[in-house]
């Protein structure tokens, strides 16, 4: 079981910056990727970055040059450096942890949630 508590949301201007920190406990030895993810108002979950446990990287289209995740194994934490925030960025971001399965399946813990609002 693997627990996943995200931190750092909160209210910003246009052009501004927030970090983002998700901090996984538990039996955390199975998981390679871990993520973020975020969710506008009446629209779908959204890939935002990943990264692998080797330290490869994923980003959104819509977030490059933007915003740089990175990790940090030995504090099994995840961060989210985000620069240059626009109105389009405001939503709910989800911290993600992938555990390996047998025969390549994989299961999907989230995090709850922290708000990121950004002000025009």
């Known amino acids: 079981q693997v627990t996943l508590v995200e931190s750092g949301g909160g209210l910003v201007q246009q052009g501004g910056s927030l970090r983002l920190a998700c901090k996984a406990s538990?039996?955390?030895?199975?998981?390679?990727?871990m993520g973020w993810y975020r969710q506008a108002p009446e629209k779908q979950r959204e890939l935002v970055a990943t990264?692998?446990?080797?330290?490869?990287?994923n980003y959104a289209d819509s977030v490059k040059g933007r915003f740089t995740i990175s990790r940090d194994n030995a504090e099994k934490k995840v961060y989210l450096q985000m620069n240059s925030l626009k109105p389009e960025d405001t939503a709910v971001y989800y911290c993600n942890a992938e555990e390996a399965l047998k025969f390549g399946a994989t299961f999907d813990y989230w995090g709850q949630g922290t708000q990121v609002t950004v002000s025009s």
């Open positions: 990264i692998t446990n080797g330290g490869s990287t």
């Open positions: 538990g039996t955390i030895s199975s998981i390679d990727t």
